[in-house]
Nanobody, 115 residues
Framework: QVQLVESGGGLVQPGGSLRLSCAASGSTFSIYAMNWYRQAPGAQRELVAG???????NYADSVKGRFTISRDNAKTMVYLQMNSLKPEDTAVYYCNVGAWGKVYWGQGTQVTVSS
């Protein structure tokens, strides 16, 4: 019922910036939460940032002050602005959406921070 398409990943130098985008389509009226997760090689998938239907946000301590999550009014797009990137931020980043009792995932986009 909800389809997600991600973009914006790539290779960046330490200290650089990237903006990830996730486009949602389908039954977007029922979306109550939009999130970004990431998974580094050999690590567990972790919540990076989330935003509720009311606009409240939350962040992992490791990215607080560097990353910003945002969405459009129609809940068709969610973004993750990533600044001051560190090698430890290297991971596959996944868009995640909750829509009335179901969870949907994007395909993932690779972010590599390396000199």
């Amino acid at each position: 019922q909800v389809q997600l398409v991600e973009s914006g990943g790539g290779l960046v130098q330490p200290g650089g910036s990237l903006r990830l985008s996730c486009a949602a389509s389908g039954s977007t009226f029922s979306i109550y939460a939009m999130n970004w997760y990431r998974q580094a090689p050999g690590a567990q998938r972790e919540l990076v940032a989330g935003i509720t239907s009311g606009g409240s946000t939350n962040y992992a301590d490791s990215v607080k002050g560097r990353f910003t999550i945002s969405r459009d009014n129609a809940k068709t797009m969610v973004y993750l602005q990533m600044n001051s990137l560190k090698p430890e931020d290297t991971a596959v980043y996944y868009c995640n959406v909750g829509a009335w009792g179901k969870v949907y995932w994007g395909q993932g986009t690779q972010v590599t921070v390396s000199s």
